[in-house]
Each structure stands twice: as structure tokens, then as C-alpha cells.
């Protein structure tokens, strides 16, 4: 009887697939300690260091109605300093709950957004320095309570923020510079820079708020 040999063509098509394999895999090693991950991986960490920006911002929007009832019953003549508290914390909660969805790559969204929170911001702070004239507010308990709740927050997102703008300047440069632009032309081709804050240096290096109402 005779024999009936492997057909050429499909036994070198199994050998084929093994073979591919191992070379992928002896590849892989090499190709991550030249980067190849380090797209994705600072963008993914960028995200992150923005979800942490919104829940400080949260965290603030949410301790400012307590504040307002605390010191509601002040002098009639810096009402408006109040007014403008609860105004912009409209504005800021506006803002936050309408976040276009392509923020991270929108630099005038981004920047409409950091307008608000800052206005906020500043609104806070102007309310915390005209209550220094007031001692039966400003000693009060429940006041000093707000008062370093909102400070100690204001800390965390100035922190925050930093730790965004880093993030977003690692990933951003890796988009430009070599081997990261080649790998963007190769692997990740949808990749676009970010947005960051347009924030003051000394803020990045030492954030610091006490809105100047501590004596030193």
C-alpha cells in the first residue's frame, strides 16, 4: 500500500504559525523597553489625574451651601460678596455637569471650564476676607469648621491640578518627541495632545491656599 506523505504546503503552514509566535513574543520584551506602551499608559494616568481635579472640585461645590447658611445673617452692605459666592458656584456646578465629552482635547473648553472654577475660587476667597470683620462669625464653630474644610480643599485641587498638568506633559511630550512620535505614527495614530490648566508656576510647585485669612 502506499504511503500518502504530508502535503508540503500544510505541514509548513503549521510550522508557520508556531514560529510567527515566537518571534512576536521574542519581540515584545524589547519593543516595552523602548516604549511602546508609554502612550497609552501616561494617557490612562493623565485620565486619572483629571478624575481626581473633578472630585475636588465636587468636594468644594458640596462644603459651599453650608458656608452660605453659616454666614447668611452678616451685614446687609456685603451681601453681595454672598451673592457672588452663590452665583459662581452656579456657574462652576453648570460647568461641571455639562462637560463636553472631548474636554481632555478641547483647549477653549478646557479653558471655559477653569474660567468658572476659578471664578469660584476668587468669589470664595473675597467672602473668607470680608468675614474677618465680623468676630461673632468668624469665631464661630461652625464657621472655622467650613472654613478649614474649604482651605484644606482648596489645597487638594490646587494639588490635583499639578498633578494633572504633569501628567498631561509627559503624555503630550511623548507624542512629539522620539521614539513617541514614531510610535503614535505606527500604534496609536488617533492620538491627540491634551488640554491642561493655564496655571501660575509657583501654584504648580508649592500649592499652598489659605485664601490670606491665617495671621501668620
Keep these: 500500500m502506499a504511503h500518502v506523505r504530508p502535503h508540503p504546503t500544510r505541514r509548513s503552514g503549521s510550522l508557520a504559525r508556531p514560529l510567527a509566535l515566537a518571534t512576536v513574543l521574542a519581540l515584545a520584551v524589547p519593543l516595552a523597553g523602548c516604549g511602546i506602551n508609554n502612550i497609552p499608559t501616561y494617557e490612562q494616568s493623565a485620565k486619572a489625574a483629571w478624575s481626581q481635579v473633578?472630585?475636588?472640585?465636587?468636594?468644594?461645590?458640596?462644603?459651599?451651601?453650608?458656608?452660605?447658611?453659616?454666614?447668611?445673617?452678616?451685614?446687609d452692605q456685603e451681601r453681595s460678596v454672598l451673592t457672588d459666592v452663590v452665583e459662581a458656584r452656579a456657574k462652576a456646578t453648570n460647568a461641571q455637569i455639562n462637560i463636553p465629552s472631548d474636554i481632555l482635547t478641547n483647549p477653549p473648553a478646557m479653558k471655559q471650564f477653569q474660567d468658572a472654577q476659578n471664578a469660584l475660587g476668587g468669589?470664595?476667597?473675597?467672602?473668607?476676607?470680608?468675614i474677618e470683620r465680623y468676630p461673632d462669625i468668624k469665631s464661630g464653630q461652625n464657621f472655622l469648621a467650613?472654613?478649614?474644610?474649604?482651605?484644606?480643599?482648596?489645597?487638594?485641587?490646587?494639588i490635583a491640578r499639578r498633578d494633572y498638568i504633569n501628567s498631561v506633559r509627559q503624555y503630550n511630550t511623548e507624542l512629539v518627541t522620539i521614539p513617541g512620535r514614531w510610535w503614535k505614527a505606527f500604534m496609536y495614530p488617533g492620538s491627540v495632545e491634551m488640554a491642561t490648566f493655564d496655571v501660575p508656576a509657583e501654584e504648580?510647585?508649592?500649592?499652598?491656599?489659605d485664601f490670606g485669612t491665617k495671621k501668620p
Design 54 to 75: 473633578l472630585n475636588e472640585y465636587k468636594r468644594r461645590n458640596d462644603l459651599i451651601p453650608n458656608l452660605v447658611e453659616t454666614v447668611r445673617g452678616f451685614a
Design 123 to 130: 468669589a470664595l476667597g473675597r467672602l473668607l476676607a470680608v
Design 146 to 158: 467650613l472654613q478649614s474644610q474649604i482651605e484644606g480643599t482648596e489645597n487638594r485641587i490646587a
Design 204 to 209: 504648580i510647585k508649592t500649592p499652598k491656599v
